[in-house]
């Protein structure tokens, strides 16, 4: 008999959530034609990769600080990526009116 | 079940109720507002999965940047690429049966991996033996919280307690009494005594020993647990210390990550620190460059 209790099995509770998300993520990476959208599946996933590194880190003993250091790094690297792609979108918008991901076609050329 | 693990269990299914709700809404909403309200539903969901983890800090940091910062940019971003008179604004998705099996595939490999790929240890170990001469040898292990999960920083919420087991295997065990103490880890590297049994309580049953002491009443430092044994005549077996490599901790009492991660940013991340402020620097000035409007001569 599983035991789906958080209180008895912290870990794989975590895990199974943040699989759920990826792959909620990765869904709307490859659906949406909205960059904005895509952008969001993005957060998602790496939400999703946070909360495996925050809790591996606190589950697993003997496993330390690392885990939550990187997923620090990761939020980091994403206010980053998110400041980025605004620019870009913001970029498409002013020069094709639109921004869906599958009519930007100018590197074509 | 007691009450309070029911509780905690209770607050986990909704908190994740709430994040996979939020998820399928980000996926599927018809309106992008939307989407970008049900992001903001799942960040706040993963702060309170981070809390329930009790990683403070990243409490702190997910709600400050994700969403004060980067959910700000992502609706700016939505309201700067629409009309702002659109009334339908909306967020076309194409998904195929394709892309929906895809998906359906990647969760079950990633679940059968989890599952089946590796197991992940809930019991608790013994660590190691110890002998007390005539007394015989004594097992212990040692674990935390209701008896399931091993040793972790962590735990969970209601996992204040670590326990330690001892088993005496020897007709002397029922005659000589066990005492349990702790030693901390001094700044010097030196261990110091802790008062005997002040911070530790034990009970006995069918000579099974099982002590436990509260973390969030010692001081924040390292320990580790020390074992003798007391026969009828008043002699003493010397300490025997319970580690499972000699010299190492057996677990620490911190008040919350906040500490620990300001010294692992000053210390063995110092690179990965610089290097990530100069990072976001290059994307400040990057995002500002690409978004000007272009000046044509």
Redesign the interface.
């Known amino acids: 008999m599983i035991d789906f209790?958080?209180?008895?099995?912290?870990?794989?509770?975590?895990?199974?959530?943040s699989?759920?998300?990826?792959?909620?993520?990765?869904?709307?990476i490859?659906?949406?034609?909205?960059?904005?959208?895509v952008?969001?599946?993005v957060?998602?996933v790496l939400?999703a990769a946070?909360?495996n590194f925050?809790?591996f880190?606190?589950?697993?003993?003997g496993?330390?600080?690392?885990g939550?250091?990187f997923?620090?790094?990761v939020?980091?690297?994403?206010?980053?990526?998110?400041?980025?792609?605004?620019?870009?979108?913001?970029?498409?918008?002013?020069n094709f009116g639109?921004?869906?991901v599958d009519k930007a076609e100018l590197m074509k050329e | 079940m007691p009450v309070s693990e029911l509780l905690l269990n209770l607050v986990f299914y909704i908190v994740a109720a709430a994040a996979l709700g939020g998820g399928i809404a980000v996926a599927t909403s018809k309106n992008i507002v939307r989407s970008a309200f049900a992001l903001l539903t799942v960040l706040f969901s993963v702060a309170a999965l981070y809390a329930l983890m009790r990683a403070d800090f990243i409490v702190a940091a997910q709600i400050l940047i994700y969403v004060g910062g980067i959910l700000v940019l992502i609706i700016f971003a939505i309201m700067l690429t629409h009309k702002i008179t659109d009334v339908k604004l909306s967020n076309e998705s194409s998904p195929g049966p394709v892309s929906v099996t895809a998906c359906a595939v990647l969760f079950a490999l990633i679940i059968a991996a989890f599952v089946y790929g590796y197991s992940w240890n809930t019991e608790p170990r013994v660590v190691r033996g110890s002998d007390f001469g005539k007394a015989g040898y004594g097992e212990l292990s040692m674990y935390q919280g209701g008896g399931k999960t091993r040793l972790t920083p962590a735990g969970t919420i209601l996992d204040g307690f670590v326990r330690l087991k001892l088993k005496l295997r020897s007709q002397a065990a029922t005659t000589a009494r066990a005492q349990f103490g702790l030693v901390k880890l001094k700044k010097t590297g030196e261990w110091e005594d802790l008062p005997a049994e002040k911070p530790v309580r034990f009970s006995v049953e069918n000579g099974s020993y099982a002590a436990w002491t509260e973390r969030e009443r010692l001081e924040e430092g390292k320990y580790r647990w020390r074992v003798r044994l007391v026969d009828e005549d008043g002699t003493e077996t010397p300490w025997a210390e319970f580690s499972a490599v000699k010299g190492t901790v057996d677990f620490a009492s911190e008040k919350g990550l906040t500490r620990a991660i300001g010294r692992a940013f000053m210390g063995p991340y110092l690179l990965a620190f610089e290097v990530v402020s100069v990072l976001l620097l290059a994307a400040l000035v990057g995002a500002a460059f690409l978004a000007r409007k272009e000046v044509r001569e």
């Open positions: 209790a958080f209180s008895r099995h912290p870990l794989e509770n975590i895990l199974v959530l699989a759920a998300l990826f792959v909620l993520g990765i869904f709307t490859i659906t949406r034609r909205n960059a904005v959208s952008l969001m599946g957060e998602l939400n946070n909360l925050v809790g880190s606190q589950y697993v003993p496993a330390g600080i690392h939550s250091m997923s620090i790094f939020i980091l690297l994403a206010a980053a990526e998110a400041a980025v792609a605004l620019a870009i979108i913001i970029g498409m918008y002013q639109r921004v869906d």
